[in-house]
């Protein structure tokens, strides 16, 4: 696995690789450093809602559309989200900030795939089947979640068996992913998914099934 920052890519390293590595004990963790606010949304209860949501967002892409009606679409499409995830709110309990913030990275996601879109009909010259066949969401929607990538400013000491480390969180659009951590031998990238947002897959899933019926609506 690969972590994207500032534009550079370093490995990253599973956070029980890393503890064997420097002989750290268990509890040298992310949520040690960042503990995660538990009292928070869940998609526990709310399976079912949740895949009826995920159709009919998908169904609200037209069957048929012009070129120059996907920008609009898409921004329709993700006030559709918008309005479908408030009336399922019940049974997740996201605050409004929440919700917002699920909106707008959904927006990002379907910006960032009409874009390469509209860039692979002026390369491949408006040739739908070449543009279907060029067209890769998963390295689409991997550049949106790398250029989401932030490290944070704020350092924390770490002292085990007389080594010193000085470690900070890694973030991206769904939270806190992994730490940077200043070793004696340089820097490591280490991958922790114990606070993983449980909502990334769905909108992963979500958003490559929007991007497929988008393709499909558009004109030979």
């Known amino acids: 696995m690969q972590l994207t920052v500032n534009g550079q890519e370093h490995p990253l390293i599973p956070i029980q690789t890393f503890r064997e590595k420097w002989a750290l004990p268990d509890n040298f963790t992310l949520s040690a450093f960042e503990p995660k606010d538990w009292a928070v ?68 996601v379907l910006q960032t795939v009409i874009y390469e879109l509209l860039r692979l009909k002026q390369v491949c010259h408006r040739d739908i089947t070449q543009i279907r066949h060029e067209f890769d969401f998963s390295a689409v929607y991997q550049r949106w979640l790398d250029d989401s ?27 806190r992913v992994g730490l940077e951590v200043q070793t004696p031998n340089g820097l490591e990238y280490v991958v922790d998914s114990s606070l ?22 558009l004109p030979y």
């Not at 006030?79 to 399922?88: A, Y």
């Not at 932030?150 to 085990?160: C, E, K, L, M, T």
């Not at 068996?161 to 769904?174: C, K, M, P, V």
């Open 149 to 175: 990538v932030r490290v944070s400013a704020v350092i924390f000491p770490y002292s085990h068996a007389g080594r010193q480390f000085t470690l900070r969180t890694i973030n991206n659009a769904y939270g």
């Open 41 to 108: 949304g869940s998609m526990d209860r709310a399976g079912q809602s949740l895949l009826k949501m995920k159709q009919a967002v998908i169904d609200a892409v037209p069957a048929q559309m012009s070129w120059s009606a996907l920008p609009v679409t898409a921004g329709q499409i993700t006030e559709f989200f918008r309005q479908q995830l408030t009336l399922i709110n019940q049974d997740i309990g996201l605050q409004d900030i929440e919700v917002d913030f699920a909106a707008a990275g959904f927006g990002d």
């Open 196 to 217: 993983a947002c449980p909502a990334a897959n769905y909108m992963r899933d979500l958003s490559r099934d929007i991007a497929a019926a988008l393709l499909r609506a």
